[in-house]
Structure formats: C-alpha cells, structure tokens
C-alpha cells in the first residue's frame, strides 16, 4: 500500500509549533499517522500525547461535516443528548452563506453594524487562519471590533512596560542554564518540547524550582517546589528583589548600562522584607532568602514564567515585578539566561497586510469600529447597548467553556434575538446555542503560516489531506461570505498562497520586510524543508547565537529596561509593581457570602493536560487519560475533613456566579486553603450542567483587561443526597 509525507504544522494554541508529519495513504487519501518532524530542533521527532492522538479528532465520528440550521421553533438552549439531530438540519453551503449574508446585513442596516460582534480566539494559531480574511470580512462590514485579551495581553502589557518588547530567551538555550525558575508555568504539560532542555540542563548540574500553587507534574519532577498562595507573586518578587538589593547581588554593569528606574526600585522594595512576603505568599523567609540568592548567583539563570501567574487581579503586576529580575542580576547578559514568557515578539509578520484596517474606512461607519473584550462576553451579550449585540459569529473558539462567568455567557447565548453562527470542527457546547453551525477544517486540511510563542522557526504547514465533507477553512469562509455580500474590493478573493507571501512580506520592497523575516520566502520555506530560523544579525557568518536585548535596544520612553514606568505614570497607572492581594482570595475571604462555613476556598480552573482548553475534551481516548481529575474537585485533605467530605464523595462547588457538581479528590497536590479542577466540555460528566467557568468572575486584570480565572472564591460542600445521582447522566 503507497503512502506519502505532508509537513504541517500543529496550529494548537500552545508554544511549541511543532513540525508535524503526516503519513497518507495515497490511494484512499486518508492519513494514517502523524510524527513529530525529526528535523526540528524543538520538536526534535516526537509530538505531545494529546496531538500523536490528533487523528482521533480528526476523524470523529462527531465531527461536523455539513452546514446546519436550527430548527424553526426550536429553542435555544445547552447541548444534550440528540441535540444534534432535534435541533438542528442539514443545509447546503449556498443556503447557508445566502442566510448569514441577509442576516448580517438586515442586522447592520437595522442596528448598525457595530450591533455584530466576531469572537474568536487560537483554535488555529496559523497565521491566515487566526486572523486574516476574517479581519478584513469584519472591518468591512464595520463589526464591532474584538479585543482578544482571553489570553496573554495581561503579560503581554506588563512585558512591555519593563522592556518594550516581547522577546525571550531561546528555548533551544536552557540546556546551558544552571538555574531554572519555571513561575507558573506547566512545562510537563503544556510547553513538552521545552523538557528535553531542562532536562539536558539537570544532567549537567542545574537545578529545577518550580513556583506554583499547585503541584504540578512539573513540581513533583523539579528540585524544589514552593508553591505560594494564589495571585501572591508579586509580594514573592519584590522580596527577591529586597534581598538582592540588600545584599549589593544585582548586577551594577548590567543595571547601569541597559535599565532605568534602579533608585525608584531600591525605594519601593525597601519594606518588601521576605518576612513580609511570607505573610503573603506562605513560603517561609528563609526559603526566599535562599531562593533570592541562589538566583542572583547562580548563572546562567533562566525564568520560564507561563500564563498562570497574570490570570489573576494582580497578575500583571505580577508578570511586571518578575521581568524585571533578570534586569537586576543581568541574567540577559548569558546565553541560557533571562526570561521567557512568549517569544512571540521575535516574528514579524506583515499583520496589517493580513488584517487590513484600512477597510474599516470604507465599511458604513466610515470609522474604526468600537472595541469589544472578549472576556467581557457574558456582559456583552446580556447588558452592552449602544448598539446591543444582535448577531454573534464564533469561530477558533468556544466561548460557553473558557469565558468566564459561564452563566451569564450562556444567558446570553441563549437569546432568542442574537443571530449566531458558529464555524467549528465539532458541535461544542457552543455550536448548540447556535442558529447556522459550520463545518471547518484542521490543521491537516489547509495550508497556512506559522511562527510560535515557544520557539524561533516560520513554518509552513502544507494541506495534507482534503477537507472532510464539506468543511472549509477560515480564509475559504470569509471569502466565500465576503463575495455573497458583494464587497467590491480585489482583496477578498486573495488566495491562501497569495496570503502566505503577504503574511511574509514577500512583496515588500527590499529593506522594508522585518529584519528577523529578511529572506524568509515561500520558495525559502520550501526549500528548507518547511521550517526555518528566524533571521537575526548576531547569528550571521557562524557569529553568536541571538542572545535577547544583547543589541541594547529597549524600545521604552527612557531606551531602557525601566524599573519605574513613566508611561504607566502618565496613564495614571502604578509605575512600579505593587502588591495587592485579589479580591477573591483568602485575604478578603471576609466578602464571600456569609453563610460560608467552614468558609471559602481558592479555586484554580486549570487546563487539562490532556486537553487543550476545550479542544479534544470530547473525545473518549483524551478523557481518558485524563481520568485522574477529570469531574473531579481536588482538595486538602484538611479541607475536606473539616467540611464532613471523604474521597469520592460527591461535592457541591458554589459561589454567587454559579455551581458545580463534581466528585472530590483527597490530595496533597494542593495546599489547605486551595482547591482545582480541570476545564473541559459542559455537557458531559456527572455535573452535567457546567463547567469550570461558572464559577469565575468578569473582574479584569490590572493591566491588559484579561480574565482572572486564578482569582475565585467558592463554597464546597458535600454534595446534598439524591442530588448527584440525579445530576443529568450525559455520554
Ligand atoms: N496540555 C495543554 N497544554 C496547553 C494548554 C492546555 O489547555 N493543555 N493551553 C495552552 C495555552 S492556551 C496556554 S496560554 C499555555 C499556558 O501555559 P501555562 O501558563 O503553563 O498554563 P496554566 O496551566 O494556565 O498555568 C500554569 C500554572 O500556573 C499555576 N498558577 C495558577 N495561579 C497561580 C499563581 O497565582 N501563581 C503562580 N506562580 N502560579 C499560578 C497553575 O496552577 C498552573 O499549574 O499552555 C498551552 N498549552
Ligand atoms: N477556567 C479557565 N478558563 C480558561 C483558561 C484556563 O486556564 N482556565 N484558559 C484561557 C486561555 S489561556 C485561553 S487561550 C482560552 C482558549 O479559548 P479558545 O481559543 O476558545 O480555546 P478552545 O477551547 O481550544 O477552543 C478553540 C475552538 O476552535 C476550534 N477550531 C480549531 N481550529 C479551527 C479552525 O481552523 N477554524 C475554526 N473555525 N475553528 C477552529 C476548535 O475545534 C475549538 O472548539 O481559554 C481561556 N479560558
Ligand atoms: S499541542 Fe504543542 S506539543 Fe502538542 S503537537 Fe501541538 S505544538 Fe506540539
Ligand atoms: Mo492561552
């Protein structure tokens, strides 16, 4: 039997970007298996557990293969069993344009276009199928504009305030670390591709602590694991920056040279005394005293700080207070040293011609549209006026799971006057509230562009396979709408290939493509067998490996790394980080509802190992190895004593947002005070009614406007009796 070879490249929303090869079966056209690319220097030949199972998604049974509409008189509401088939028929592709074109513009000349609001997040991180078409259809029509904050801006913000820029130490360098901080963040889980490099790095003498609330298999792998109270790191950052200070550890060439702010930061970290920090975080002085000066004397030391740390109401402060230690030590200043949050900074791809503001000009408004936060959804849908949302269309992304205050997004889906249309792989939780529900492509199913937040390649991820049924791709949908509604404009039948050169600059004139990108063509790509390092100066002629902020240039107001932010000041904002515990935690436990007894506990609504956010949570294979917490409510033993609650018990997890059934799990993973549970699909398990986002708030972050999902109160109790037995049974 002949097969062939496809690269692609994994458009999962998570920092490696590995190379993917996809063995076909040339006859019948069917892949047979995917590989991690051997060639690759980060994926280095194998994939994460999650995606070596990819073929399971993508030839589900349920996945969505046809257009549908709902039924007429059927009403809006969760996804349950034969819902499918109750709710919703099959339609033609034709049909399905024709009425979302009429829709769309009856409810612009009506409302005003402003009154649609496009959702969409990193179902596909490719750079046409994240934004590119789409963008365009939507500046077009003069849509209310996204801000997509569900994720990173909170750290992304508080990155550039320190730095002005968002680059990070190369991954393929934390083999020559000697320490290794990994600060919120789950390398195990989430970022594999970075643990052959840790590991590497351990076998040569570095040492491994990990910061987090929750212990983690990274945790239980590292040399030391503190784990600190939720949404306290910055009191934990400022201590370190006490002791180093105190002690004269910081690095005065680095500190004099590359950064401003120095004397503003001796002020400021004054009273920040480990003693203090410990109240905070929980960690005791001694440890972070130890900790302070292992880091600053020990180099190379490298921070691998993840997104877990910002998803709280400091957080930003947070990310701010950490990036700037290795400014203090000068960490910058050794191959392996640093930081990294996101490389994302190092690429340059040409996002305006992708995007194409410019359109908003020509749509009925004749102006840039208002700006909506999509981690306001639950609001935007139940309260906004001015215009109310009327039309809602979600594509990469399942907003009825990972909004938060799952409640009043799921009130607001299911209004009978909101038009929605959802563009998805398979009928989520979100797709059942829909009124036109489309059928999309995979990663295997279209070609795309990609760069990473995790490494420093472009890759091109090439079509394996045809497109299953009638699925189509983003770029194919806007495009297809974008000709229903008649715009006149040559720019909406761009082509995907035609749209790679762009999103590479191709057609620029020489000197104006982005110095990382310089020569990265298409032809390049393709030639280098799909992938290709990112260009940058130092590396030329076999000179040194690209180093972060080793050019000295801080793009900031001061030219500096900055200690003190003017420009924070003169947004009236903290120019330096300060701490201040959230308001949904243990210290301000005084306002959680006052029938709490034994009182509240902090929640932490993790992302499943397994899963990636709610991608793949539906598929029996991914449960199952994620069986461990899945419905499940991990707690202390402490706490589930004190509240009559034994393994296995069923418990009630509540707050003034909502609740959630889930079956609890004794362990010492997490510290008494903090309880976890994983995020999934809604509808399946025995809570049978939510997920995880019931319980979060709306309450943004202090800088960026992200979610704080790490930041939640709740009530847990033993499930009252009958209640769980009679919790909806669902698949
Ligand atoms: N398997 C898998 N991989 C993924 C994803 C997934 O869902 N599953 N999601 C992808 C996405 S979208 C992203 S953004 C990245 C995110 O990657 P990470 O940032 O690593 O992901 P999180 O699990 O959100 O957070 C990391 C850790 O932060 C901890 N944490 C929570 N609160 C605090 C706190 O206050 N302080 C500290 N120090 N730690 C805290 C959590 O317990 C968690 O273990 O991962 C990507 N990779
Ligand atoms: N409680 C809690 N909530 C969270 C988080 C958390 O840690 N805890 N993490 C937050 C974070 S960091 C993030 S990034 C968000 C993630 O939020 P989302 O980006 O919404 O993530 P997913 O749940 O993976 O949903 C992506 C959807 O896009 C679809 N999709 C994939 N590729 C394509 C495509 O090419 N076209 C179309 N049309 N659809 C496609 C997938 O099938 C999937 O259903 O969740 C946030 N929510
Ligand atoms: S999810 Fe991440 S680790 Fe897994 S294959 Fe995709 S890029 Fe690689
Ligand atoms: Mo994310």
New binding site residues.
Partial sequence: MGTHTTRAVCSL?CPDSCGVLVTVDSASGRAVSLAGDPQHPVTRGFLCGKVARYLDHVYAPDRLLYPLRRRAGVPKGPRTPGCLEHAFERIGWDEALDRIATRLTGIAREHGPESILPYS????IGAL?YGSMDRRFFHRLGASQLDRT??ATAGGEALLSVYGRKLGTDPEDFHRARLILAWGANIHSNNIHLWPQIEQARRQGARLVVIDPYQTRTARLADQHLAPHPGTDTALALALMHVILRDGLEHRAWVEQHTSGLAHLRAHVAGCTPAHAAAATGIDAATIEALAHAYATTRPAVIRLN?GVQ?SENGAAAVRAIAMLPALTGAWAELGGGLQLSTSGAFSFDKKALEMPELMRRSPLGRPARVVNMTLLGDALTTLGNPAVHALFV?????A??APDQGRVLAGLAREDLFTVV????F?DTAAYADIVLP???FLEHADVQGAYGHHYVQLSEQAIAPPGEAR??TALFRALAARIGFPEPCFEDSDEALIAQALGEALPAGQQAPSMRGITRASLRARGGSERLHFPSEEHGGERFRPFSDGVFPTSSGKAEFFSPAMAARGLDPMPTFHPPAESRFHAAQAPADAAPGPLEFL???GGHF????LANHPAHQHMQRETLDRLEMHPLDAGARGIGEGDPVLVRNERGSLRLTALLTARVQPGVCAAV?GWNSRGPSGFGG??QL?SQRLTDLGGGPT?YSTLVLVEPCPAGEAASAPEVF
Avoid: L, W
Wanted: proline letters at 5%.
């Fill in positions: 929303d997040y990193a179902g596909t199928g569900i994720c997104y998803r594509y990469n992304s399942n907003p799971v990972i563009h998805e792989q398979s989520t999309a492509t995979t791709s983003n609504p993790r992302k990636m956010n709610s991608t995020m995880v986002n979060t999902f």
